[in-house]
């Protein structure tokens, strides 16, 4: 009878964790205000004054929260790597923050640009965490990275946040996972460092295209 | 802690199984299996055998690292007795082993956040008992003081301060416990010889353990510090840049009078020396050592007197140690001519200097060790590198010279497969890493050896920029990627391609990091010269290294890049243009792209860059990614590399040729075959 009781007990601690998981994974990015997720297939309308931003995060803890400017970006970032489209206010933004998850055993805020109220760790200020986001346009502001398995340096952070150049590689997800986007969109490198790949990148496929489009208009003449 | 508290019950049954399994070996005979195609990735770089050998100071010990596939082990033998005991093991590898007196000795092993430090106390009763104990510190050895057991020269890094102790290895393994006060302070144990405000590397203290030499890392320079006499305070001598070549001073060593250091420095020339430098005048006195044709690239110093021993450096590839004179000198020239063009180089030596182990290798001999017993005037293998490896599937390195486009001199090694009856062989061009300061050598090299078992020549060309000849060759890669450099490696590969045994139709170029990037800017350059090309944690898009990756975080790197590659602010379009992500239109190439996800140097983005421009211009690739590499590689991501590479190569160089797998390869029952260390008499 004791034993059964305390499987029940278990089951009923289990069934909450895992519907605590079931919301956490539900929730995700552009869930506030100002930001908008992009569903995957046909039927995207976009607004005059917004652009489309890529969102790639790959982080080796949960994130409860990234933050964007004064609001939050993700909500309930699952550990891996995660690949979203959501649509922005055109303008300058910048990543601002990030919140870990309880159990990451690291501290839990984590600010990059401007001043939180509350208790926070600071780690270096840098314009790699600056982007902006053109209307019409696919902007790629770089990919975060989290990594809580460097070398502990300080005592104040321990977490290494890090906004990586990942454009060739985001572009070939895009590719992947919202076609109907990749042909639609010209695809922009948003962040402040001067990198032009994604131009020249542009540059050829519009070659590409033009020429197929020749030859296909020769191959009728002929 | 003893052994059984390791805390670890996986290690201490595989420690039993070790040690059992050591037991049973001794006596039974090594046997060599014969490949008849080609060796297994595996064999290559998984194989077991021993290395680190250490004899004891008073020759009574030998220790040694063991290892057998990914575990490696501490091994021990009493000299004469013929049982051994393997007293740790580990999957991380071992770094060093140093006795600290006559019976006891400390281990250092690499993991994942560092160094974890060892002491091994065995029976003075001379039987095979030994206890163990973790060394829970910070920091790391300067000097073990073989001479005074337990106790050694140790350096702690703690705040904004690096500390210098004569410490005994009982306060060293209760370090993090006992390094507190009662009132919380925090105490540095045992007695302090030095303490600098900063990180500090390469001290150089002397055998009364006065510090007469330190390098302290600040923010964009190293500083030197140096003492004018034993005893006397240290003093800044120099701010070096290290992006500046002429600035190169490193001291070594002091000398045996304690009035002059030993310091590798250009002392305007164009090639390192050792230039004995007085510290109270601040001019350099003498040349201990140096040669008009190389680099010196160290000093060897006696691990008793902290002596100098030899002078090491590499000539046509091949690693030489010159010993001075003094005691056993003789007797190593000797044995040098007797190993012929084997590298020979002595690891450790008794108390009376009449016995010592010696470390023997070369290009097709990964490492052998001997004893050697001056008073007897014996001469005894005692353990082998990679013993599951028979030497004779291995294939000879040929060094030769060629003159690049604007003259300037090219070293190259040239493997041609020994074991395979062949007219004429297909070649793969390895350019190596770097560019700058890095180098190939004529010594055992595993992914070279195991192309050549597999019926390939490997031409590996040290280009400009290559370590080791001089400042000049240095000074003339600056600026170079994809224009000088790859005109020498075209030098080299256009000689080689003129032999009768090389089939010059059947090119490929492969390479890692530098050697990637060049790999695809070769493919560039020539659009029907290579059948196929790998590029392996390899650069597409120069710019990016500036702007993401560890080195755009360093200002330090930063200045490096901007002198030696290009400054953005003024030279990006010419860095674009050199740029292999900005030029796949040119290239007619099949490429694989081997990357790792977590390659923080070369961002696994370069990869992406040219997959994603192949695909827009429908050109063939192929890639793998491997989940959590860096940069480097480990054991078993090598052996993916290996496989993969072979699989990709035989399909555009063996073409008409089914491919064949690699041999199986059980390292349980390959070990099971052999004894790693013998030392019986």
Known sequence: ?222 | MSGASLGKARLTQRLAVWIALSFVLIGSSATAEKAPTGLSAERILHSSGASLVRVSPTGDWVAADLYRGRLNGIAVQRIGSGSQQVVLTTEDSVQSIHWTGENEFIASFSTDTGSQWFSIVLSAAGGLGHSITKLDTIGWLVDPLPLSPGEVVWSFQYREWTHLHRVSLIDLAGFRKASRNSRGRFRIPGDQIEKLRGAARDWVVDAELNVRAVTMIEEELYRVLVSSKPGAGLRTIRRIDYSDDEATFRPLAATADGTRLIVAAYGGRDKIGLELYDPVSDQFTETLFRRPDVDITGLQVDDLTREPVAAIYEVGGEVQYDYFGGEGRASLVALQEQFGDQSLSMVSRTEDGKRFALWVRSATNPGEYFFRDETSDQLMTIATVADALDRSTLSRVEEFVVESKDGTEIEAYLTIPNHITRDAFPLVVMPHGGPINIRDRRVFNARVQYLASWGYAVLQPNYRGSAGYGRDFIEAAKKQWASGIEDDIDAAVEHVMKRADIDASRVCIIGGSYGGFSALANVVRHRDRYRCAISWNGVSDIAMLAESSDMADSEDAMEYFDEFIGDLETEREKLIAASPAYSVEKIETPIMFIYGDRDRRVDPDHSHRMMLMLETLDKPFESLEIEGMAHGYNRTEGIIILRAMRRYLSRFLYADSEFERDPEFSEDADASQRVPIKFDR
């Open chain 1, 1 to 222: 009878m004791r034993r059964s009781l305390i499987r029940s007990r278990v089951w009923m601690v289990f069934a909450l964790v895992a519907q605590l998981g079931l919301m956490s994974a539900l929730l995700g990015c552009g869930a506030t205000r100002g930001i908008d997720v992009v569903s995957r297939g046909p039927g995207f309308q976009p607004s005059p004054d917004r652009g489309l931003m890529i969102v790639q995060i790959d982080s080796d803890i949960p994130l409860k929260r990234v933050m964007i400017d004064d609001y939050a970006l993700c909500e309930g970032v699952a550990k891996g790597k995660h690949f979203w489209v959501v649509e922005m206010p055109a303008g300058k933004h910048s990543w601002r923050g990030l919140e870990t998850g309880a159990n990451a055993g690291v501290a839990a805020w984590y600010q990059f640009k401007g001043r939180w109220s509350g208790p926070h760790n600071f780690i270096k200020p840098d314009e790699e965490y600056d982007f902006e986001i053109v209307a019409g346009q696919i902007n790629y502001p770089g990919s975060l990275i989290v990594r809580s398995d460097v070398m502990r340096r300080s005592s104040v952070a321990d977490l290494n946040v890090r906004v990586r150049n990942h454009s060739a590689m985001a572009t070939r997800k895009l590719r992947q996972e919202y076609p109907e986007l990749f042909g639609a969109y010209r695809i922009r490198y948003a962040g402040v460092r001067g990198d032009t790949f994604l131009e020249h990148w542009e540059e050829v496929r519009q070659r590409g295209a033009a020429s197929t489009s020749e030859g296909s208009q020769s191959g009728v003449a002929e």
